[in-house]
């Protein structure tokens, strides 16, 4: 058996690339597509997140997000670019977020 440090380095991943694990049902060693690996993440483990999805371009971004807390913020425009803006809690269920410009894209809360 290759030991895992001789294995080619792969520098994109994709959502169809596999990785090993334990099949905890058999115990036996299997490999995990990572888009199933996300898929049973997104299905099966809760955390306290809150996605939003601005579709339309806006500069002022109003999100009710019922956490009951003041979360972390991070905004990501439709490019996959890390956005800055001006953040406002209203309550510990809204936010409203404040950009120099109008674009599209998700918020992350948690």
């Known amino acids: 058996m290759a030991r895992i440090s001789s294995y080619t380095k792969d520098a994109q ?3 169809a ?3 090993i694990g334990t099949d905890s049902a058999t115990g036996n060693t299997a490999n995990f597509v990572l888009s199933d690996m996300v898929s049973f993440m997104e299905t099966n483990i809760k955390l306290p997140t809150y996605i939003f999805e601005q579709v339309q ?3 002022s971004w109003v999100i009710t997000h019922n956490l ?7 905004i990501i425009d439709t490019g996959g670019n890390l956005v800055l803006g001006e953040i ?3 309550s510990i269920n809204q936010v409203t977020l404040t950009f120099n410009a109008a674009f599209s894209g998700k918020a ?3």
């Open 13 to 15: 991943l994709t959502s």
């Open 17 to 19: 690339d596999k990785v």
């Open 57 to 59: 371009a806006a500069s």
């Open 68 to 74: 009951g807390k003041f979360p972390s913020v991070e």
């Open 88 to 90: 406002t809690y209203n």
């Open 108 to 110: 992350y809360l948690n």
